[in-house]
């Protein structure tokens, strides 16, 4: 028992370092996407064409001068960050390994619970900080990501009825014989509309880029307080587009085709990110509570209706 709980412990710290790469070289990708999207070379100085550019922003961010606020709630403004990434961290135990790493029978529930737990870390990031423009921000991408987990939870139900199961292996023998994205092409552009109002990302990014906000709920962070919400909201850019991959698109991890599939569905996010403008915040909870809530909870009912009556 100790030799499995060492190895398990080993494997998942190789897991982690693996991830904290990927996200380092996704930062590049988008650096060097959204360049080329505007016509610039985005960054070619650090090493060849730039590729060591992710790991001297980290050495930067993470050998300068920490901000001490006065007024902020000392213990909460630094733990927020912290534990914020280990909760994006610990989502990548979802992943469905055939070696059997971690076996979780309600990997779905799992997934939803610390989606949600993510929540308080912003809520509290905005608020400890102490300061007007922080707390705004906070509630905003609050309010935002409560409004679009509704629908990610209720597009997951859907696919739970279907394949009968919370376990993330059983998606992949569902999809042997035809891929999920066919089948239910409308309830794929609302998963990935909501994972990205989910995660922050542009076009939703209105905790962050309002002109009244000033950076949102991370205003306060510098240094390597900053660098750690930076990793967590890429590391949960790419749990997002691994989990999209996994319910749409078949999800045999030792295939090398599910990771070229994987990269397209990230390099949509910047791609989104570099072609749309900005909606409207009004319009935004428009969207989720009278468009894609109706939507996905229609979806939901046919869904149970095929299981039911085939």
């Known amino acids: 028992m100790l030799k499995e709980m060492i190895i398990l ?24 996407v959204l360049g080329y999207i505007h016509l610039r070379k985005g960054p070619n100085k650090v090493g060849i064409s730039g590729i060591l550019q992710p790991f001297g922003d980290a050495i930067k961010l993470f050998c300068s001068e920490h901000s001490y606020p006065n007024i902020s709630n000392y213990l909460l403004y630094y733990a927020c960050p912290v534990i914020s990434l280990f909760l994006s961290l610990v989502l990548w135990m979802l992943m469905p390994y055939f070696s059997g790493m971690f076996n979780f029978n309600l990997g ?27 707390m705004l921000g906070g509630l905003r991408a609050v309010a935002q990501t409560i409004s679009y987990e509704v629908s990610l939870a209720l597009v997951l139900l859907s696919f739970v009825f279907l394949v009968k199961s919370y376990t993330l292996v059983d998606f992949f023998y569902y999809q042997m014989g035809i891929w999920l994205l066919f089948l239910c092409l409308p309830v794929c552009n609302v998963w990935f509309i909501s994972s990205l109002a989910e ?8 905790a ?11 205003v306060e962070y510098g240094g390597g307080g900053f660098a750690l919400i930076f990793l967590s909201e890429y590391s949960s850019i790419l749990f997002m587009s691994t989990l999209m991959c996994i319910l749409f698109l078949g999800s045999d991890l030792n295939s090398p085709v599910f990771y070229v599939k994987l990269i397209f569905v990230s390099f949509s996010y910047i791609w989104v990110r570099g072609t749309l403008p900005r909606y409207r915040y009004d319009k935004l909870m428009y969207l989720a509570w009278k468009s894609y809530l109706p939507m996905s909870l229609n979806f939901l009912i046919f869904y149970l209706g095929l299981v039911i009556f085939f």
Do not use: H, Q
């Open 108 to 134: 779905l529930f799992f997934f939803l619970v610390c989606t949600s737990m993510g929540v308080y870390t912003v809520m509290l990031a905005g608020w400890s900080s102490n300061s007007n423009y922080a």
């Open 9 to 32: 412990m080993l494997v998942g710290l190789v897991l982690i370092i693996f991830v904290m790469i990927g996200v380092a070289f996704f930062t590049l990708l988008e650096r060097k």
């Open 199 to 206: 995660t922050n990302r542009s076009p939703f990014d209105f």
């Open 208 to 218: 962050e880029g309002e002109s009244e906000l000033v950076s949102g709920f991370n």
